[in-house]
Each structure stands twice: as structure tokens, then as C-alpha cells.
Nanobody
Framework: QLQLVESGGGLVQPGGSLRLSCTAPDFSLDDYGIGWFRQAPGKEREGIAYAAMSDGITYSADSVKGRFTASRDKGKNVVYLQMDNLAAEDTGVYYC???????????????????WGQGTQVTVSS
């Protein structure tokens, strides 16, 4: 069964950067699309970025466009989320999720994904 592992979260000052990683230690992600989501306390899970492992197509949600970028490294079996110019409202738990094949759900819809990581905390504070 596919298991995803996120890493790279932590405490960062406003205006700073972090890079999150998502990998599957015992599984090839070559045929998967990987979505990035975040959830702040008391709020719904929000889709923010997506990367297709097969062809490298990426999307960023309007809420983070210009600051957050997904990318993938097939050789390392990893998907990254580069986050720049972080602000306090970016604080939350960040998750990656994997989808396989064609879906009627868009890349930022949680319903598209069948496997999720455990999440990594990102805190933006001075």
C-alpha cells in the first residue's frame, strides 16, 4: 500500500522560505499525480499545488500563486513544494497526497486522492 512521507516543515520568520518534500519510501511515484494541501486550525483542508510525476506539469492555486511552486525529481522519487515569502496566514499542517489515473476531480480537490501523508507542521512567526 502506498505510503507518503512529508518532511521539511518547521518554524520560519515572515518573509522566509521553506522547501517541503514528499516521497514514498517503498513505492515508485512515476504514475502518480501529487497534490499539496494545507490545513490551518479551525479551517478546511485547502489544495494549494500539484505536480504530475509523469510529465512534470505543475499547478499552483490562486491563493499561493507566485509564492509556492511544486516540482518533482523522478530520479529521487520525490515531489517538492517550494514556499517563498511566507506569511503568518501560511501557518498550518501541510500534507501531500497521491492520485493515480484519470479523475473527474480537479487537482486541488481532496476527493481526487487515495493516499495521504501524515503531514508536516509549518509555523510562520517572528
Amino acid at each position: 500500500q502506498l505510503q507518503l512521507v512529508e518532511s521539511g516543515g518547521g518554524l520560519v520568520q515572515p518573509g522566509g522560505s521553506l522547501r517541503l518534500s514528499c516521497t514514498a519510501p517503498d513505492f515508485s511515484l512515476d504514475d502518480y499525480g501529487i497534490g499539496w494541501f494545507r490545513q490551518a486550525p479551525g479551517k478546511e483542508r485547502e489544495g494549494i499545488a500539484y505536480a504530475a510525476m509523469s510529465d512534470g506539469i505543475t499547478y499552483s492555486a490562486d491563493s499561493v500563486k507566485g509564492r509556492f511552486t511544486a516540482s518533482r525529481d523522478k530520479g529521487k522519487n520525490v515531489v517538492y513544494l517550494q514556499m517563498d515569502n511566507l506569511a503568518a496566514e501560511d501557518t498550518g499542517v501541510y500534507y501531500c497526497a497521491a492520485s493515480e489515473g484519470v479523475s473527474s476531480y480537479g487537482p486541488f480537490s481532496p476527493a481526487r486522492y487515495g493516499a495521504w501523508g501524515q503531514g508536516t507542521q509549518v509555523t510562520v512567526s517572528s
